[in-house]
């Protein structure tokens, strides 16, 4: 599939001038199960730019995930959205979505070991878009947030990783002594499903293995506070304001970590 998004709605994010962005299924294989992608980016650019891997949240690789990859992509990143469950998986429900991401949340080595193959698959992009293979970042949203916290845990080298309100916990903490990048965690203060103790058990993982790492905390804010379609009211639920300030940090992120 190839496919463009014209004339996008830029929320929670600066506006770009309009642009023809390319949308493209990847097809790849993690140890003989196929798995699929998508390939977002500006095709007007022919300059390389910053790579990013994107995680999801627990829907998967949906149209919805693409138009988000397409608003952090505008003209200056290549987006690459990962599928964490494989081709055959795409829940159509909270419950069936529910099942996906808790059988990868509860095996952390093959959260790692899928995030890794995708962060591979981004870099094998170069062959279709200019891209700069040794300046890759990582995002996730939600179930994707504490994938790519995942990634940093397991001692994979890019520039940074940007969690949006992701789970934060992990059963081996002692792994942040891995972690080589700086690490930005957009939390919502009110969030019922990321409680204190999650964050101040993070806090004390990131001081003890000495990381280069932020967290903010978005008070009235709750769990996916970035995403139009959350609705679910005190638990997941969208906040324009608090989506501009966190894809703000994002981007004053990915300026200070990415080789210029």
């Known amino acids: 599939m190839k496919k463009t ?13 309009q642009a023809d962005m390319t949308v493209q299924n990847v097809a790849y294989e993690i140890d003989g199960k ?10 007007s650019v022919s300059t390389p730019r910053p790579g990013v891997l994107m995680v ?19 003209s200056e990143y290549v987006v690459f959205v990962a599928d964490m469950y ?3 998986i795409r829940p159509q429900n909270p419950d069936e979505a529910g099942a996906a991401a808790t059988a990868v ?3 952390r080595p093959l959260m790692r070991h899928r995030v890794n193959a995708a962060l591979s698959v981004l870099r094998d992009q ?24 995942e990634l940093a845990r397991s001692g994979t080298e890019v520039k940074g990783v940007v969690s949006f309100h992701g789970n934060l916990d992990t059963p081996t903490p002692e792994d942040a002594k891995a972690i080589k990048m700086p690490v930005l965690v957009l939390h919502g ?6 409680p204190q103790e999650q964050v101040s058990a993070f806090e004390d993982e990131m001081r003890n293995a000495k990381v280069d790492w932020q967290l903010i905390s978005y008070g009235g804010a709750v769990h996916s506070f970035s995403d139009p379609y959350a609705t679910m009211t005190g ?11 966190a894809f703000g940090a994002m981007r004053q992120f990915f300026n200070e970590v990415l080789i210029p």
């Open 5 to 17: 998004l014209s004339t996008l709605v830029m929320t929670g994010l600066a506006t770009m001038a």
């Open 34 to 43: 196929p798995f699929q992608g998508v390939l977002v980016f500006d095709d």
């Open 56 to 74: 999801p949240n627990w829907m998967g690789v949906t149209e919805q995930a693409a138009e988000k990859a397409a608003k952090v992509a505008g």
């Open 86 to 88: 494989g081709k055959d």
């Open 105 to 107: 949340r509860s095996d």
């Open 126 to 149: 170069a062959d279709i878009v200019p891209l700069q293979t040794d300046n890759l970042v990582a995002i996730g949203f939600c179930f994707g947030g504490g994938a790519v916290l």
């Open 189 to 194: 203060a009110d969030d019922p499903f990321v």
């Open 235 to 245: 638990k997941a639920e969208y906040h324009p304001l608090v989506a501009k300030r």
